[in-house]
C-alpha cells in the first residue's frame, strides 16, 4: 500500500503525501521493515520526483523517529508547532466565540484568556464548544441562567482538567513503553526551523 501511495503521487505530480502521527508508527520499535522501506521510498523521490513530490510528516515526540529519517538531506524543513501565546488565544478566541449567536457572542474574552494559559488551538475550540453546550443544557432546563462568560469559564476548567488526565495516563504509558530499538541514539541531535507564526 505504501508502495501504491508514492507510485501515485509520482503519476500525478506535482503532489504532496501526508504523513500525520508518523512518530506512532515507529514507536514500539516494530516497524524495522516499513522503516527501511519508507527511507527507500523517500530516496526514491530525491532522485526520480526532485521537486515534484513533497512528503509532509507530523510528530508529537519527534524522540520516536528513527534518526535516519529525519536526516538534514532527507528533511529540508522543521516547523515546531508552539502553544499560542496571549495574543494568539485572544485571536483564536474572538474568532471561535465572534461565531457564536447573542448573547454568548458577548462573553468578555480577557476573563477567558486568563483562564486558557498552555491551551492548543484545539482546547480553546474545545472550550467554546463546550460552554456553548453547558449554555444550551441551563436554558433547556429551564434553571437560572449565569453569566455568559461563567460558561466558558467552567468549560475551560473541564478542558484543563482533561488535559492534566491525558498528561498522567500518557506518563504511565511512557514509563512501561518496551526499550527503543537500535536505530535510536539517544544522543541525536535534530536541527530546525522554528515557525514564528505558528500557533
Not at 520499535?29 to 522503516?35: R, S
Not at 537500535?182 to 541531535?189: E, G, I, L, Q, Y
Amino acid at each position: 500500500m505504501i508502495h501504491q501511495v508514492f507510485q501515485a503521487a509520482k503519476d500525478n505530480a506535482p503532489a504532496v503525501i501526508f504523513i500525520d502521527d508518523s512518530d506512532v508508527i515507529f514507536e514500539s520499535g516494530q516497524e524495522h521493515g516499513l522503516y527501511r522501506y519508507l527511507l527507500t521510498m523517500l530516496d526514491g523521490l530525491e532522485s526520480e520526483s526532485a521537486g515534484r513530490v513533497c512528503v509532509m510528516m507530523t510528530a508529537m515526540d519527534v524522540g520516536n523517529l528513527p534518526p535516519a529519517l529525519v536526516r538534514s538531506g532527507r528533511i529540508e524543513l522543521w516547523l515546531e508547532m508552539r502553544l499560542p501565546d496571549q495574543m494568539a488565544r485572544t485571536g483564536i478566541l474572538a474568532q471561535h466565540i465572534g461565531n457564536t449567536a447573542a448573547p454568548l457572542n458577548e462573553a468578555n474574552i480577557e476573563r477567558i484568556i486568563e483562564s486558557t494559559e498552555h491551551f492548543t488551538g484545539a482546547d480553546l475550540k474545545r472550550t467554546v464548544e463546550d460552554g456553548k453546550a453547558l449554555y444550551a443544557f441551563d436554558r433547556v432546563s429551564e434553571i437560572e441562567m449565569k453569566e455568559v462568560t461563567e460558561y466558558f469559564l467552567a468549560a475551560a476548567v473541564t478542558v484543563r482538567e482533561s488535559k492534566e488526565k491525558y498528561a498522567e495516563a500518557e506518563m504511565r504509558a511512557n514509563a512501561s513503553r518496551h526499550s527503543r530499538p537500535v536505530w535510536f541514539n539517544p544522543d541525536s541531535h535534530f536541527d530546525y526551523v522554528e515557525s514564528e507564526d505558528a500557533e
